[in-house]
């Protein structure tokens, strides 16, 4: 299997990556400024192939660079993971519509180009997931930009499934909750409090857990699956908000 895996340089993408090449995949990795070369000798160094590649995903032509290229690496490309993002902070009543844009842009466009792009390329039995979040069909303050770029990533998707279904490409989501990082219990200790008492399974969840997902979502056992939302966030969508 060749993976492209787009946002390659944040935490996330890099999970992905990584569960990728440790089930046996050649994985093209993504960054527009990043430096994920380290990424990539660590992949090499663990027997997996890599390559990094950089596109301004922003850029239409660029996403379609970043697939091409990407498919001409191994000469193939049988799943693409559009995995860049943003997640600022911004309440809906200060927002400026450019506000709006940059992360619709980023988080959906580029997904839809990339998407586009992948169509062409795949082979029958291809996958496209798109990282989404719980935040799609549950908002929270201040990502009214962010939640509506991740809902309607899932809507894309099934969309995407229905029409290139017939060619037997496959598209999908995956949904995280709260993905632990560096220094989240010290710069934001009461929502990690709060949200491992009341996950079921107790914890924040890690970047390996959405590459988990994204793997078996690229494999042949999912291949009866498409237009579908795979939630990842530990049960906390289980629990009552009332």
């Given at each position: 299997m060749v993976a492209l895996v787009t946002g390659a340089g944040g935490l996330v993408g890099r999970g992905i990556a990584t569960r990728f090449a440790q089930a046996g995949a050649a994985v093209a990795v993504h960054s527009r400024h990043t430096d994920v070369t380290d990424l990539v000798a660590a992949i090499t160094a663990g027997?997996?192939?890599?390559?990094?590649l950089r596109a301004d995903l922003s850029d239409e032509d660029e996403c379609h660079r970043l697939v091409e290229d990407a498919a001409e690496w191994t000469g193939r490309l049988d799943a693409v993971v559009n995995n860049a993002g943003v997640q600022p902070v911004q309440g809906l009543a200060g927002m400026t519509a450019a506000q709006w844009r940059e992360v619709v842009d980023v988080n959906l466009t580029s997904a839809f180009s990339c998407t586009q792009a992948a169509?062409?390329?795949l082979p029958a039995g291809g996958s496209v997931t798109h990282i989404a979040s719980i935040e799609g069909t549950h908002p929270a303050?201040?990502?009214?930009h962010y939640s509506a770029s991740k809902a309607a990533l899932i809507m894309h998707a099934r969309s995407a499934a229905l029409e290139y279904g017939p060619r037997g490409l496959r598209v999908n989501t995956v949904s995280p909750g709260?993905?632990?990082?560096?220094?989240l219990a010290d710069d934001w200790p009461e929502g990690v409090a709060r949200w491992?008492?009341?996950?079921?399974?107790?914890?924040?969840g890690r970047p390996e857990d959405v590459g988990d997902a994204?793997?078996?979502l690229a494999?042949?056992?999912?291949?009866?699956?498409?237009?579908?939302d795979l939630v990842v966030d530990g049960g906390i969508s289980a629990r009552p908000t009332w």
């Open positions: 027997g997996g192939r890599a390559i990094a169509a062409d390329v303050a201040g990502h009214a709260l993905v632990d990082r560096p220094g491992t008492a009341a996950a079921p399974l107790g914890r924040l994204c793997v078996f494999s042949p056992m999912a291949s009866w699956i498409t237009g579908n």
